[in-house]
């Protein structure tokens, strides 16, 4: 079965189990917390992806780790993949967990693309207009590509909206070469 299959499935199980307890925000930002901390540290993905390193060792390095910072049944829940033999699947599972939590909360993530950084009114201003067409709530990042000249692409989901000049110049051009000009 693939890695993504069963960190869905591991994700889908932790947030029946917050639902259930009615804790399933407080759950969200602690489980963004531990993602963080995972993917800033490479190292502590090795560590949980080698197979030789014993489960009694990987229990002590998550419980040292996030004793005081998670809820019990998020530390009880990581222990069992652990004891499963699924500790590499931790972080893969916090990213399937965030992803089910916006698709469970009806949130979309969006991305603009623009040639210089947009400023924060720009952002709240496009986030206001994507979520009123989508009909749904937006989380909206910035990345900044110079070589767009100016304006912008907006990618949401897999449709994307393509503002920018060089995105205009590439149209042109292939419009002119299929004139035969």
């Known amino acids: 079965m693939s890695v993504f299959k069963v960190a869905s499935r591991y994700a889908k199980s932790l947030i029946d189990l917050a639902k259930e307890q009615g804790h399933l925000e407080e759950v969200k930002h602690e489980i963004e917390q531990v993602a963080a901390v995972l993917k800033a540290s490479t190292e502590l993905q090795a560590v949980l992806n080698n197979p030789i390193i014993k489960i009694d060792k990987k229990g002590s390095i998550i419980t040292a780790l996030f004793q005081d910072k998670v809820r019990p049944e998020i530390l009880s829940f990581f222990h069992i993949m652990i004891r499963k033999g699924r500790s590499g699947l ?33 952002l709240e201003s496009l986030q206001a207009t994507l979520a009123e067409q989508i009909k749904a709530d937006i989380i909206l990042s910035n990345k900044v590509d110079e070589s767009l000249i100016g304006g912008f692409v907006v990618t949401v989901g897999d449709k994307q909206i393509d503002a920018s000049i060089a995105g205009k110049l590439n149209k042109l051009e292939r419009y002119f070469s299929n004139q035969g000009i």
């Open 90 to 122: 931790i972080y893969p599972t916090t990213l399937e967990f965030i992803r089910a939590y916006n698709e469970v909360k009806g949130i979309v993530k969006a991305e603009v693309t623009s040639a210089s950084p947009m400023s924060p009114a720009n």
